[in-house]
C-alpha cells in the first residue's frame, strides 16, 4: 500500500456550479491505497460524511505515511 496524497475542492452541487467554502483554501486528503482511483474513492467518502457535496479532483501527489488519516481531510 502507499500513501496518496489528494488535492479536491468541495462543491453544494452536482454541476460544481456553487462552491462550499468562503474563502479560497486549499482541501486535501491524504490516504493509503493500493490505486490512485481507490485512493480517490476514499477521498470522496471521508469529504462528503456527514455533508451534501460533491467533490472535483484537482490534483494526486505521493504522500507520507504519517500523513494518512482514513478519518477527516487535512
Same mark, same amino acid.
Given at each position: 500500500? &502507499?500513501?496518496?496524497?489528494?488535492?479536491?475542492?468541495?462543491?453544494? /452541487? #452536482?454541476?460544481?456550479?456553487?462552491?462550499?467554502?468562503?474563502?479560497?483554501? /486549499?482541501?486535501? *486528503? *491524504? @490516504?493509503?491505497? &493500493?490505486?490512485?482511483? #481507490?485512493?480517490?474513492?476514499?477521498?470522496?467518502?471521508?469529504?462528503?460524511?456527514?455533508?451534501?457535496?460533491?467533490?472535483?479532483?484537482?490534483? @494526486? +501527489?505521493?504522500?507520507? @505515511? &504519517?500523513? +494518512?488519516? &482514513?478519518? +477527516?481531510?487535512?
Amino acid at each position: 500500500m &502507499e500513501a496518496f496524497l489528494i488535492y479536491y475542492l468541495q462543491y453544494k /452541487d #452536482e454541476g460544481l456550479r456553487l462552491p462550499y467554502w468562503n474563502t479560497k483554501q /486549499d482541501f486535501s *486528503c *491524504c @490516504v493509503m491505497a &493500493e490505486t490512485m482511483d #481507490e485512493a480517490i474513492e476514499k477521498t470522496k467518502k471521508i469529504a462528503t460524511k456527514g455533508k451534501d457535496s460533491f467533490i472535483k479532483i484537482m490534483g @494526486v +501527489a505521493k504522500g507520507k @505515511v &504519517e500523513w +494518512a488519516n &482514513e478519518d +477527516a481531510p487535512l
